[in-house]
């Protein structure tokens, strides 16, 4: 044997324990929010009631009641569940609905209970259409027509939202670049930079202290209890900097620099750095000098990195 059972055991274990933690930091990663809320309401109604009143699934043309109060009765339940998730709970529920924290992980869940309530309503519309007395057999069918006819429409609208998305987000990227200004950084502040010697002070947990210029630092990116702090040195070398410090930390050392901020939950970012803007459909990402990794924008920021950048 080339491996041992123990081994072998062992191997799992690890591989099982990365694929997790892969899944759990998909789950986390951020997820755009709604950018036209009416449409995720009024899209999915009518999808519902075409694919049931044309196609008539799961044996609707043999039963005794019309096709179309069928599909009326669908298409009602579908405008009604998706209007109490798109308004009313994010309403009632700001702080979790926060797009800035909307996550992945929360975008499942929350279709995910959508679904379960389409389904109690359509298991109780049942008794409404054809004046019969509940059963909790039909609960489980009810949840087969759900599973079978959601994932459409589902998956139509978030493709249609990713593509609204990234046509926004690229529209909006190419009038920044337009009003970028190339020489916005070497003419208009670097010799003021320098002649006031503008310095960020990063102090860690070991109250270790580090000193970076201001016109020299890029961004900065956590790293779960870590920041990583991007800069150039005098000869314009690339350098970096593993700090054991929160984001908040990182915040409260650059707030005298007005244009250096926040523009992500992960990125601080250095706007007389950037060169090119880029979009997709999560939002912006900054190319600034130098560096070949580019620096998130999410959209709780977008609209404050938009103004700045274009003025």
Excluded at 25 to 36: D, E, T, V
Excluded at 245 to 267: D, G, N, Q, V
């Amino acid at each position: 044997m080339l491996f041992s059972p123990k081994l072998s055991i062992f191997a799992n274990r690890i591989l099982q324990k990365y694929c997790m933690n892969k899944l759990l930091a998909l789950l986390r990663s951020p997820y755009p929010g709604l950018l036209q809320p009416w449409k995720s309401v009024v899209f999915p109604t009518i999808v519902i009631f075409l694919l049931i009143y044309l196609l008539r699934p799961f044996g609707i043309s043999s039963l005794k009641v019309d096709a179309l109060w069928v599909s009326l009765n669908a298409a009602a339940i579908t405008l009604l569940t998706c209007a109490v998730f798109t308004y009313l709970l994010p309403y009632l529920f700001p702080r979790y609905y926060d797009e800035s924290r909307w996550t992945l992980g929360k975008f499942f869940l929350h279709m995910l209970e959508l679904f379960l309530m389409i389904t109690v309503l359509v298991w109780l519309s049942r008794y409404w259409l054809f004046d019969c007395n509940p059963d909790i057999r039909y609960l489980g069918y009810s949840l087969l027509w759900v599973l079978g006819l959601a994932p459409i429409p589902t998956a139509l609208f978030m493709l249609w939202h990713h593509n609204l998305l990234l046509k926004r987000n690229l529209s909006e990227a190419l009038e920044i670049n337009n009003a970028l200004s190339p020489s916005l950084y070497a003419e208009n502040n670097e010799p003021e930079e320098k002649k006031e010697e503008v310095i960020l002070a990063f102090q860690d947990g070991q109250h270790t202290l580090y000193n970076i210029q201001a016109s020299a630092f890029l961004y900065a990116e956590s790293d779960g209890n870590y920041i990583k702090l991007f800069y150039t040195s005098a000869e314009g070398k690339l350098c970096e900097e593993y700090v054991r410090m929160t984001m908040k930390m990182a915040e409260e050392a650059i707030t005298p620099i007005p244009y250096i901020i926040r523009c992500h939950r992960a990125f601080i970012v250095n706007l007389h750095r950037v060169q090119k803007v880029g979009g997709n459909s999560q939002g912006y990402r900054l190319q600034l000098e130098g560096c070949k990794e580019e620096v998130l924008v999410s959209r709780a920021y977008a609209k404050q990195i938009k103004e700045l950048l274009s003025n």
